[in-house]
């Protein structure tokens, strides 16, 4: 009976292959990238040869053209290493198949080859200073003259910028509202494209994030992705994977510190025994593990609707994102509850979980917007 919950042969490879990398390229360093605010670059490329930069861009074009549970697995193996830098491969993962999908055929010969193989690496720009929630309302437009844009405007909290060579643009073509947005790619060379200074972030440090600034940028109408006026179902699409991804390093991350817990805890004496001997330890514990179970039952679900393009898929990717994220951030915090005054250290991991787990209920949504989105949907059902 419980074979339909179990993962496939070919997904526990996968799942495998991500765990051993980990292990290999990035828990051992992961610590001194947060603190030095290092940029893997190297890694990040070592992860696309093993395809895992385009995990669901077509075989066709260059992608290994797996499934959202796939992907989903492969961000939670890196997350128990470092949250931030399998989130930045998520966001490079979510433009690239954007393109891939949407994407002309010139589109695609021109950049995908690059981007599967991480020479080249690609941003989502959606929010901008005064449009975060309320992304329909961007201010950044794109006028046509002749064969190209005129785009003027600024992005902001861009993961990527000013380092990835790539950034897939929301911009206003038309009229205000979701129906006047396009979608538009754009180099970092182009003339009239500059960066704002690295935020100073609580945490995910090992990726820079900076405003993107487009001052009269002309771009090539044949950069398009999609038809003009498409943008925004585009970049909602997109968010579909994306908030299933960060789930999935909410677990990842969340999982690391359960287990970095439960050694800590049975290792630490107090009152003459093991920390871990004392009931309000096990329940705590036992409480951490079954809300985690949850969450990553309900976010495999929801990837297994995404790939099959279920009628529901929206809305179970909200839910599995608000879950995971808020279970994710809640088991963690009570890890370093359990570690103490060393939990507050940073000699010990979970400190800089705790650190990088926070910003997953912001990104991608809100996890307020996403109880909006499940609630409409509920409503419209009824």
Not at 130 to 144: N, Y
Not at 306 to 321: G, I, L, Q, S, Y
Not at 338 to 350: A, N, R, S
């Amino acid at each position: 009976m419980t074979d339909q919950f179990d993962l496939t042969d070919d997904q526990r490879e996968i799942q495998e292959l991500a765990r051993r990398f980990t292990a290999d390229r990035i828990t051992p360093i992961a610590a001194e990238w947060d603190e030095k605010h290092i940029f893997p670059r190297d890694v990040v490329k070592a992860a696309a040869e093993l395809g895992f930069g385009a995990i669901y861009v077509g075989e066709e074009s260059g992608g290994i053209g797996l499934g959202r549970l796939e992907a989903a697995l492969i961000m939670e193996a890196m997350a128990y290493g470092c949250p931030s830098t399998s989130a930045f491969i998520s966001i490079h993962n979510m433009a690239s198949w954007m393109l891939d999908r949407f994407g002309s055929a010139e589109l695609k010969a021109r950049y995908l080859p690059r981007l599967v193989t991480a020479d080249w690496l690609a941003s989502y720009c959606l929010t901008e200073p005064s449009s975060g929630s309320d992304a329909a309302a961007l201010k950044t437009r794109a006028v046509r003259d002749g064969d190209d844009y005129i785009v003027t405007g600024t992005k902001q909290f861009i993961s990527g910028a000013g380092e990835n060579e790539l950034y897939l643009v929301m911009c206003r073509t038309g009229d205000e509202g979701p129906k006047g947005i396009s979608c538009l790619a754009i180099e970092r060379d182009m003339p009239g494209v500059s960066f704002g200074a690295n935020e100073k972030k609580l945490g995910w440090h090992s990726q820079p994030t900076r405003a993107v600034i487009l001052e009269e940028v002309r771009v090539p109408a044949a950069n398009l992705v999609g038809a003009e006026g498409e943008g925004f179902r585009i970049a909602m699409m997109g968010l579909d994977g994306g908030r299933l991804n960060i789930g999935a390093c909410s677990l990842g991350g969340a999982q690391r510190c359960l287990d970095e817990a439960v050694a800590y805890t049975k290792d630490r004496k107090q009152f003459g025994k093991p920390i871990a001997d004392f009931q309000n330890t096990q329940f705590t514990l036992a409480d951490m593990a079954t809300e985690l179970e949850a969450a990553r039952a309900l976010l495999y679900v929801a990837a297994a609707k995404v790939t099959a393009n279920a009628p529901d898929k929206t809305r179970f990717a909200a839910m599995a994102k608000r879950l995971a994220t808020d279970s994710g951030s809640s088991v963690v915090d009570r890890a370093l509850q359990l570690h103490g005054g060393y939990g507050y250290l940073q000699d010990y991991p979970v400190e800089r979980f705790w650190r990088d787990l926070r910003v997953h209920s912001i990104l991608e949504g809100t996890n307020q917007v996403m109880r909006m989105i499940v609630g409409r949907d509920l409503l419209r059902q009824g």
